[in-house]
């Protein structure tokens, strides 16, 4: 079949597993564009889009609707206290509301991001101590903006037929504000010590994810990516807490998006072996990033014949060990395998366990798109 689709019919096709006339190809490249363009906006993804002619999933982040997740309500006063160290700062606030006190602290490489590529902080000391502190914590969530939310529609306009808009409103249960707030040893702990204050926490935060991913439905999202790696077996959690825990608020997610006739994106990295099928069998139109070993556990062939008939699967390719520190013959080898494994009968979508690295050798980045324009076309 000769190449006459749009981006987006090809994304759609291949989610809907409908017949391509080429494997679509959408790495995830965001910390690579942060490092060459200096950002990963949608506007640059667009970029990305048109230097290497691959077909963009458009991530909308939570910080294009709002300004500053750290505006609180009048009622609610911070107190603030900075130590500098030989080679971190420590920071403690206490945050006063209606409902009682929130201590945290917590500390950040000085100078630069010692502690992650975020930078992430190190917490010593998390806000959500008891179940009482739910109530305080409410006073410090931010609404999700309907006017700046107004904004989708323009980009979704922009962008066209040359990719498909996907909106990452918030991660919620399963991302930064639940492992922040709560911290994820402390979650896995109160699976067996305190597992009702464990319920009430996630589904706090669930909520917060779905009173955004609702505006942004509102107001006409194709696309709603939902992040879980901070509550997954990657992450050190049983498959059985998992499932006990986790599932049933993504199935909750998945209806949500779906009473709405838009598209659910599921992430995960790391291990997914023990919980793709479940999360499959749950409804996820598209699953990503089934990171192979080392940096995962999944067989791509194996899933593709378990579940590729009930979803769509993207990712596979490893960022680290072929792309950044491999050769350009490893990395095309790679690529021909997750198609010759993954696209037969549609259903895939061509991408990586996760975002490419800025240090990664521009040969072995182009012959990451050389070796999908060999292997992909149908």
Request: net charge negative; glycine share 6%.
């Amino acid at each position: 079949m000769s190449e006459s689709m749009t981006s987006q019919q090809r994304l759609l096709r291949a989610i809907q597993h409908q017949e391509v006339d080429r494997v679509p190809c959408c790495p995830r490249m965001f910390n690579w564009m942060s490092g060459n363009y200096g950002m990963d906006y949608w506007v640059s993804q667009m970029r990305l889009a048109n230097e290497f002619g691959l077909d963009p999933l458009v991530h909308v982040y939570g910080h294009a609707f709002e300004t500053d997740q750290e505006q609180y309500p009048p009622q609610v006063s911070m107190e603030v206290s900075t130590t500098r160290n030989a080679d971190h700062t420590e920071v403690r606030r206490i945050f006063h509301t209606p409902a009682g006190d929130l201590r945290e602290v917590k500390i950040a490489g000085d100078p630069g991001p010692v502690y992650g590529d975020c930078p992430d902080p190190l917490y010593r000391e998390h806000l959500l101590k008891e179940p009482e502190d739910l109530e305080r914590l409410k006073f410090l969530l931010p609404e999700f903006s309907q006017l700046r939310a107004a904004i989708l529609p323009t980009i979704i306009d922009l962008v066209g037929d040359r990719g498909l808009v996907v909106a990452q409103p918030r991660q919620g249960a399963g991302g930064y504000a639940f492992l922040d707030y709560l911290g994820s040893e402390r979650a896995m702990l109160l699976a067996y010590d305190n597992p009702d204050f464990l319920r009430q926490a996630l589904r706090l935060f669930n909520d917060f994810f779905q009173e955004a991913a609702r505006v942004c439905l509102e107001q006409g999202a194709p696309v709603v990516m939902d992040c879980w790696w901070a509550v997954s077996v990657g992450s050190g959690w049983s498959p059985a807490h998992f499932r006990e825990f986790a599932l049933p608020l993504i199935e909750e997610n998945i209806q949500l998006v779906h009473s709405y006739d838009a598209l659910y994106h599921y992430y995960d990295d790391g291990a997914m072996d023990t919980t793709v099928d479940w999360i499959a069998e749950a409804g996820a139109d598209l699953i990503e990033t089934l990171a192979p070993p080392p940096l995962g556990d999944v067989d791509l062939a194996e899933v593709k014949q378990r579940i590729g008939h009930l979803t769509c699967l993207k990712g596979n390719v490893d960022q680290v060990n072929l792309i950044w520190r491999g050769t350009p013959e490893q990395v095309r080898e790679a690529v021909r395998a997750a198609i010759e494994a993954a696209a037969p009968g549609s259903g895939f979508i061509l991408s990586t366990a996760d975002s490419i690295r800025p240090e990664s050798p521009r040969e072995n980045v182009d012959a990451y798109f050389e070796a999908w324009r060999e292997f992909g076309r149908c």
